[in-house]
């Protein structure tokens, strides 16, 4: 059992920067590969980045790409996403999540989330 618990978020100004944190305890979280999802008012929850175990591999949606990055220290047990560029399509609330196995883009992969932060882009 792995219990995430997320921190940051907020309300920033386009072009502006905010930082997610999310902190684990419970089981070997550094045995899983991890990733941050985003969900907007109406639409279904979508990929943002996902980084492996090791924090060796990263890999990005195409809309994010370049503005935001994930990283992770497996001795403190945080995973980060540090997000720069902000525009307004990227107001959303943000998940961490814990990856067990099978797509890393499909957020059925998961098997445990953090509770989600609202991160608000005015224009």
């Known amino acids: 059992q792995v219990q995430l618990i997320q921190s940051g978020g907020g309300l920033v100004q386009a072009g502006g920067s905010l930082r997610l944190s999310c902190a684990a305890s419970g089981h070997n979280f550094d045995t899983y590969s991890a990733g941050w999802f985003r969900q907007a008012p109406g639409k279904e929850r979508e990929f943002v980045a996902f980084i492996t175990w090791s924090g060796d591999t990263t890999y990005y949606a195409e809309a994010v790409k370049g503005r935001f990055t994930i990283s992770r220290d497996n001795v403190k047990s945080t995973l980060d996403l540090e997000m720069t560029g902000l525009k307004p399509e990227d107001t959303a609330v943000y998940y961490c999540?814990?990856?067990?196995?099978?797509?890393?883009?499909?957020?059925?992969?998961?098997?445990?989330w953090g509770q989600g932060t609202q991160v608000t882009v005015s224009s």
């Open positions: 999540g814990a990856r067990s196995a099978g797509l890393y883009s499909n957020p059925g992969t998961y098997a445990y």
